[in-house]
């Protein structure tokens, strides 16, 4: 490797360095989330979501050693009578203050814990929670030779993912209410139907679908012709109009809900994906035009003006000129419009009720006061993967150069 | 051909005879006739005839029938079933005859004209598990009548104004009375839609009724006054539920004392944060100052940052900045979420030993432990010496009446809405005949201290119209973090006057 | 001026401008008149705002409402914080979004790099709240510290700290702007980025090749070359920033000092509309300054064409 070459790559390692870190730190908070979806609802309690590759704590054997395996044997199974390894006998007594209170009795006229200083402690009343601490691992060891069903999950699970999916609200998980194949409650159908469910997201995201693209591509479509009128056109009132522009990106959302949903109601389009359509384009139109008329206000007139030599008119400027060497602009508008709809939820509840779309279905997956909150973190990401394969798809429009040729000629 | 007129005439007067006679039922059969006595309720009777007191209802419509059949034996009918005067003669069903009008009784879907495939639009709070049992409750309805329901979720209470200002939703269902104020003159009259008022005791009546229209009826209550524990961890630990302020005071310092934590606090709770303190104080306000200072809260006589309030905040701070008395001390309480402070009591080992909650804090403690037993490991008992039960309610408010409307409103505001209402579960329905529906043992518990409470007190966040709850929030928020208590009471008291101007 | 390149009817810009005029004329323009209207009435709108006015206090007669949005505490509190959102936000956003474009231009798994700063914004609000609940969560009790924060600040030894909920405004004000900062700098990279390609490479070239350094080329020939850009993108965030609320919204309401301008309108909306519409007035008069500004470099770019 030439001299010349190393010292480009290593000249380059800051410029990577800072570009990787920046991607990770702002990565973390999301694939912190993304790790929890996979988790259950007991493991998320307790542990961080980057503990989700580690073991989950083995309890400590040494106080089970100390006060019980002297009679009750390393395994448990040493006393016929009183088997620790047979759930139904442990199962009582896998909390804390119910084996405390039951080492309290007397077992055949004598002290249950015959190690004398564990006896001495446990009928102790005045050090009670003091007791309670140190019993906690014999307890958590107790489970885990029974069968270890209160072990908490460290393990991945896709439960979120699939109750998200077909819309389960319960108190277990889907998978838990068809594990005998039939549903319990009667509400699903148990197999792969269960992914139409209207309260799943298939439906609501058809809906999205159809309330999104239309919202997305009109505004670009009215802008477009705005934008150049701003740009390229010479009229009266150009200038107030434009600081208007401005101007009119400040009002709420909030501020135009009202005058618009009660004039929809006296011309019946309450309830209409027009109606919705429509709402949207009007409220993306200030930013849109304003956006896209820094770009075509851009480009240079040496342009114009040797297609006007050619003997075209404005609108095949537009056509020809305008719209092609502003295709990023378009782009980036076109992500803007698209994610704003998609995520949007006020409007949707307002002025399309009855036809329910994503980020409608995804809130009321948890209860009112917060419950089943761990559903949110599985259907976040689900919603979240058309936006990104709309960025994606339009990254090939952020191509440089698009002026290079045209200067030249 | 006079004849002949004449026999005509005496034909067709025979013959509308014979309807007449026929809707003079044949009598009903009576296990017994009593004469009211003092003190005498349809339950008692239904307890001592029909060995059942929840079976009342039977005793109510059966007597009702016998009094038309035979108005000069029965000369009185039940109008109101709480109210039967001295002197009545009640005439009291065979355990047969109870039992198969209970059944028929409660068989009864009315759709009051609605046909199928009518939609009624609906708008409510509920969402995820709460909204499936709405679902479970409203089933019977849909199945025998094909409604549709578009119901439409959210909490926003923009969103009802914006709805109810351009397309009102049929049937609202909403926390608070405050839709009552706002959009008295939109809202129909309950009883023009088929529900009946008697099925509400007075004071609920009372709380939906402006201008002598009936416009909201109370669907679902909750409870608050009450502090859950773990009755397994009082056993071990030698504790008696307190009777008395006194006695509660004594058992934290005894808590303390034996190494404990006594309380579980935690006020955050997203856009809400705060909700669980302001509800502790109205407690202690019970016990401190009585119901009647509470409403004089409300409707503003009282200010805010009166000294009697201060007091409550303080007695609530002594607890609640402290930690050894709360869980993280300020920062524990302002810092936990509401859910997260439930569950540190019945964690294993426990982190606290109580938490002032309301009744749904059960169905939130089993939905995490199910391994919990109610009753041996969690319990609640009520605020030792409240003068008064401090509850929520979810009203049932109508903007339209067209006959599926009517068919929702009449159903849940009726004896089979009721007790399905009961019976999946869904809090406590304040409807009359939802009693000897319930299933939970909770809920039992919870519907007896609501049945027997000596007076209902609103929430006073949940009543002084908005923005005043959010103050109380906040006011409270920033004394617990540190703030002086005269400042911070200062501004929600200019919050209460400027909501109650 | 335009430059009067080509021919043009007189009726032309309005074929192109009547569409989008006419529906912002409705969905916009209408409303924002109603506002104002209704800013000058009392809470139901029936009369006008001075019978609001309380007898001994200082009353501004048809503009109560905006004596409230302009003198009350809780509005001067949010006033400061949406100043100090402008202040600190719109330069780091910006920033961070020029940066970004700069850098993710030049390596050459930029589309993944891009992909990930952008990944916020595509994240609804509801999904960011999650997010960034557990980013700041403070357990107080006996368990783990399950919000990465805290769980390296306990690790290292120190005392976890309450990010949204402390009793010092400014920390929960900052972990309000990193939210938000998180949120938006991917948009500005987007911006910045399209218009950063969209500048000849020729130029660029020519400059290195006259020994132009690195930060030279940026700064002297780039920079300027999209400043236009830089202008719209600024506006855009003092735009945003002036109007946020969802972040704010979702995980203070307001709270412990970081109550904000649109929050406080909320809170008003249902139940005293003059007020709401008042504050919504208050945003709309900030904006003329916005205004004035992109007017004048709106003039001065004219002019070089």
Known sequence: MSPGRLKRILGRIPLHVIVISLVVLWLVPTLGVFVTSFRSRQAVRTSGWWMVLSKPPVPSQQEYATACASCHGADGKALATADLSDPEVVGEYTRTNRLLQMLRQEVDGQPHVQDAEWQALVQDQSRTKEVLDKLAPVGQHLAALSGGSLAVDYGLTASNWIDALVGYKGTTTYQQECATGVSESGKFKCDASDLLNPEGMSRAFLNSLLVTVPSAILPILFAAFAAYAFAWLDFRGRTWMFALLVGLQIVPLQMTLVPIAQLYSRLGLESSFFGIWLFHTGFGLPYAIYLLRNFLGGLPRDLFESIYLDGANHWTAFWRLAIPLSVPAIASLGIFQFLWVWNDLLVAIILLPGNPVLTYQITNLIDPRGGNWHLLTAAAFLSMIVPMLVFLAFQRYFVRGLLAGAVKG | ?????????????????????????????????????????????????????????????????????????????????????????????????????????????????????????????????????????????????????????????????????????????????????????????????????????????????????????????????????????????????????????????QMVADGNVPWSMGMESGPATGWTGSDFIQDILLVQQGPQYVLNVIDGTVAYNDAGVMQAYETYGKWAKDETYTVGGATGTVSTGFLDAIYKVFSDPPEAMMVKQSGFAGGEVAAEYPDLVYGTDYDFFAVPGARGMQGGADFMMAFGDSPAAKALVAYLAGPRGAREWAGVGFDLSPNRMALGSYNDPALIKKSLALAGAAGFTPDIGDTIPAPFGEAEWKALVDYVNGEDLATALAAAAAAQADALK | MVPKIMKQGALTPWLYLSAALLIMLLFIVYPTIRTVTLSLRDKAGAQPATVDCVAGEPCWGVLENYRYALTNPEMLQALRNNALWILLMVPGTVGAGLLFAVLTDRVRYERLAKTIIFLPMAISFVGAGVIWRFVYFLETGEGAQIGVLNAIIAGLGGQPVAWLTNSNWMVNNVSLWIVGTWLWAGFCMTILSAALKAVPTEILEASRVDGASEWQVFWRIMFPLILPTVTVVTTTMIINILKVFDIVFVMTNGLNGTEVIANRMFKFIVTNQGRSMAIAGLLIVLTIPIMIFNVRRFREQEEIR
């Open chain 2, 1 to 253: 051909m006079k004849k002949l007129l004449s026999i005509t005439l005496i034909a067709i007067l025979l013959l509308t005879l014979i309807p007449a006679s026929a809707m003079a039922q044949e009598p009903v059969t009576c296990q017994d006739e009593v004469t009211v006595q003092k003190d005498d309720w349809l339950s008692k009777y239904a307890d001592k005839y029909l060995g059942n007191a929840y079976a009342w209802p039977a005793i109510f419509q059966w007597h009702n029938q016998a009094a038309e059949a035979e108005p000069d034996k029965f000369p009185n009918q039940i109008v109101n079933p709480d109210l039967i005067e001295v002197g009545w003669t009640i005439c009291i069903p065979t355990a047969e005859d109870a039992t198969d009008f209970l059944a028929t009784y409660t068989e009864g879907v009315d759709c009051m004209g609605a046909a199928a495939g009518d939609e009624v639009s609906v708008l409510y709070q509920w969402s995820g598990s709460e909204e499936e049992k709405l679902n479970t409750v409203v089933k019977p309805l849909v199945d025998a009548c094909g409604l549709e329901i578009v119901a439409t979720t959210t909490r926003d209470a923009a969103v009802l104004d914006t709805k109810a200002k351009s397309t009102p939703p049929d049937v609202v269902f909403w926390p608070t009375t405050a839709p009552l104020t706002l959009y008295t003159d939109l809202l129909k009259d309950l009883g023009d839609l088929g529900a009946d008022p008697a099925n509400y005791a007075p004071f609920w009546q009372d709380m939906g009724t402006v201008g002598g229209r009936w416009l909201a009826a109370p669907v679902k209550a909750d409870i608050k006054t009450i502090i859950w524990y773990s009755p397994a961890n009082f056993d071990l630990f030698g504790y008696a539920v307190p009777t008395t302020w006194g006695e509660l005071e004594a058992l934290v310092e």
